[in-house]
C-alpha cells in the first residue's frame, strides 16, 4: 500500500513540517490508519495505549466531573497529536476524545513509539522534536485558559491552578 | 572565559542530575551565564521565544497578565527551567513575565547556539530534547491534574461551565 498520503498529512503537521520524505515514510510505516465518525475512541480511566495523528477532522476532549456528569473542556482540530502525554508516560487516559462528524487518524502504538524514540537516528529526532512542538503548544494554550478564565472568573483562587 | 564558580552551579544544577558526567559536560558547554538583580525581568509575556534559562540561583516570581492585572501564580528557585515553551512552541508567545526577586544567576541558551548545536553536536542536542521532553511531559500531566480538580471544583457552577466551554472552543 502506498504511503503517499500518509507521508502528505503528516508533513502538515507541526514540527513535522522540516522532515524528509524518508523520514516521513519510516515514521508512517509503523502506523495504522484509523477513521471514526462521531465515536468516543479514546476513554477516560482506560490505558494509554497509543498516540494518535488526526489528520483531518475535528474532535472533543470531555472530562468527567466526579459527579456522573461530562464537560467539553475543549476542541481540536487537525492535523495534531492526540493522547500523546498519557502515551508516552503511560498513565491511563484522562480525558475521552470524541470524533465531531468524520474524521481521519493514524494511530501509533505505545510500544512503537518508545521504540522509535529510543532509536539513535534521524527518525527518533524527527519524532522527538514534532512531540516537543506539541507538548509546548499544548502548554502555552493551557496558560492562555487558566489565563482568561482567571480573568473572567476574577479569582485568584483560579489565577493559582495556573501552570507556568 | 570560563567561569569556574557558574560551571559548578551549572554542572550541580539538579536538572542535569539524571544525565552521565559526559553528557552533562558537552551539554553545558552551550550554556553561558546571565545574572538578573532583584526587580529584573528575566522574560517577558508576549516576547517570543528566543532564549531559555536555567535557573541556578535566586528566586523569581511568575506573573500572569489577565484582564488588565498581573496575577502573582509561582515563586520558583534554583532546579527550574524557564522559557522552554516559547522555545520549542510553534508562534507561541510567552504567557507570563518573570521577574527577579533577589540576585538571580542562570544558564542562558539562546537560539542562535541552539542552532548551532542542531548542527553539529547531535549528541548534545538529543541530551537537551530528552530532557526537555521530560520536563514538559511531567508538566503536561501537572497541567492535566490541575485541570481536572478545576473541573471538578467547579462542577456545579454554570458561569464557570459555559466560559470553559466557550475559552475552550475559542482555543
Same mark, same amino acid.
Given at each position: 500500500?502506498?504511503?503517499?498520503?500518509?507521508?502528505?498529512?503528516?508533513?502538515?503537521?507541526?514540527?513535522?513540517?522540516?522532515?524528509?520524505?524518508?523520514?516521513?515514510?519510516?515514521?508512517?510505516?509503523?502506523?495504522?490508519?484509523?477513521?471514526?465518525?462521531?465515536?468516543?475512541?479514546?476513554?477516560?480511566?482506560?490505558?494509554?495505549?497509543?498516540?494518535?495523528?488526526?489528520?483531518?477532522?475535528?474532535?472533543?476532549?470531555?472530562?468527567?466531573?466526579?459527579?456522573?456528569?461530562?464537560?467539553?473542556?475543549?476542541?481540536?482540530?487537525?492535523?495534531?497529536?492526540?493522547?500523546?502525554?498519557?502515551?508516552?508516560?503511560?498513565?491511563?487516559?484522562?480525558?475521552?476524545?470524541?470524533?465531531?462528524?468524520?474524521?481521519?487518524?493514524?494511530?501509533?502504538?505505545?510500544?512503537?513509539?518508545?521504540?522509535?524514540?529510543?532509536?539513535?537516528?534521524?527518525?527518533?529526532?524527527?519524532?522527538?522534536?514534532?512531540?516537543?512542538?506539541?507538548?509546548?503548544?499544548?502548554?502555552?494554550?493551557?496558560?492562555?485558559?487558566?489565563?482568561?478564565?482567571?480573568?473572567?472568573?476574577?479569582?485568584?483562587?483560579?489565577?493559582?491552578?495556573?501552570?507556568? | 572565559?570560563?567561569?569556574?564558580?557558574?560551571?559548578?552551579?551549572?554542572?550541580?544544577?539538579?536538572?542535569?542530575?539524571?544525565?552521565?558526567?559526559?553528557?552533562?559536560?558537552?551539554?553545558?558547554?552551550?550554556?553561558?551565564?546571565? %545574572?538578573? +538583580?532583584?526587580?529584573?525581568?528575566? #522574560? &517577558?509575556?508576549?516576547? *517570543?521565544?528566543?532564549?531559555? !534559562?536555567?535557573? @541556578?540561583?535566586?528566586?523569581?516570581?511568575?506573573?500572569?497578565?489577565?484582564?488588565?492585572?498581573?496575577?502573582?501564580?509561582?515563586?520558583?528557585?534554583?532546579?527550574?527551567?524557564?522559557?522552554?515553551?516559547?522555545?520549542?512552541?510553534?508562534?507561541?508567545?510567552?504567557?507570563?513575565?518573570?521577574?527577579?526577586?533577589?540576585?538571580?544567576?542562570?544558564?542562558?541558551? %539562546?537560539? +542562535?547556539?541552539?542552532?548551532?548545536? #542542531? &548542527?553539529?553536536?547531535? *549528541?548534545?542536542?538529543?541530551? !537537551?530534547?530528552? @530532557?526537555?521532553?521530560?520536563?514538559?511531559?511531567?508538566?503536561?500531566?501537572?497541567?492535566?491534574?490541575?485541570?481536572?480538580?478545576?473541573?471538578?471544583?467547579?462542577?456545579?457552577?454554570?458561569?464557570?461551565?459555559?466560559?470553559?466551554?466557550?475559552?475552550?472552543?475559542?482555543?
Amino acid at each position: 500500500m502506498s504511503l503517499d498520503p500518509y507521508v502528505v498529512a503528516l508533513a502538515k503537521l507541526p514540527g513535522l513540517d522540516g522532515a524528509s520524505r524518508s523520514q516521513l515514510e519510516s515514521l508512517a510505516r509503523g502506523m495504522t490508519y484509523e477513521q471514526f465518525n462521531g465515536r468516543t475512541f479514546i476513554n477516560e480511566g482506560e490505558a494509554s495505549d497509543a498516540l494518535y495523528f488526526l489528520l483531518d477532522g475535528q474532535v472533543e476532549v470531555i472530562r468527567s466531573t466526579g459527579t456522573g456528569d461530562r464537560v467539553v473542556v475543549g476542541l481540536i482540530s487537525g492535523p495534531a497529536i492526540l493522547g500523546f502525554a498519557g502515551a508516552l508516560a503511560h498513565r491511563e487516559r484522562l480525558a475521552s476524545v470524541r470524533a465531531r462528524g468524520h474524521i481521519d487518524l493514524l494511530r501509533l502504538s505505545h510500544d512503537r513509539a518508545h521504540a522509535l524514540l529510543n532509536r539513535d537516528d534521524d527518525v527518533s529526532a524527527v519524532l522527538r522534536r514534532a512531540l516537543m512542538v506539541h507538548l509546548a503548544n499544548q502548554l502555552a494554550r493551557a496558560d492562555r485558559l487558566f489565563g482568561r478564565l482567571a480573568s473572567s472568573a476574577g479569582g485568584s483562587e483560579l489565577a493559582s491552578t495556573l501552570v507556568i | 572565559m570560563t567561569d569556574p564558580q557558574f560551571q559548578s552551579l551549572l554542572e550541580g544544577n539538579g536538572l542535569l542530575s539524571g544525565l552521565d558526567p559526559l553528557s552533562r559536560t558537552a551539554l553545558c558547554m552551550y550554556f553561558h551565564p546571565a %545574572d538578573f +538583580a532583584a526587580g529584573e525581568v528575566l #522574560l &517577558a509575556a508576549g516576547g *517570543g521565544g528566543d532564549r531559555m !534559562l536555567l535557573l @541556578l540561583s535566586g528566586q523569581v516570581e511568575v506573573r500572569v497578565p489577565a484582564g488588565g492585572d498581573t496575577h502573582a501564580v509561582a515563586t520558583l528557585g534554583p532546579d527550574n527551567l524557564l522559557g522552554e515553551v516559547a522555545f520549542f512552541g510553534q508562534d507561541q508567545p510567552r504567557t507570563a513575565d518573570v521577574v527577579a526577586l533577589d540576585t538571580v544567576r542562570t544558564a542562558l541558551l %539562546d537560539r +542562535a547556539t541552539y542552532q548551532t548545536m #542542531l &548542527a553539529s553536536d547531535p *549528541g548534545a542536542t538529543e541530551t !537537551l530534547e530528552k @530532557l526537555v521532553l521530560d520536563l514538559m511531559l511531567d508538566r503536561v500531566a501537572e497541567t492535566n491534574d490541575r485541570m481536572v480538580e478545576l473541573v471538578r471544583a467547579h462542577a456545579d457552577d454554570p458561569a464557570f461551565r459555559a466560559t470553559a466551554r466557550m475559552l475552550a472552543s475559542r482555543e
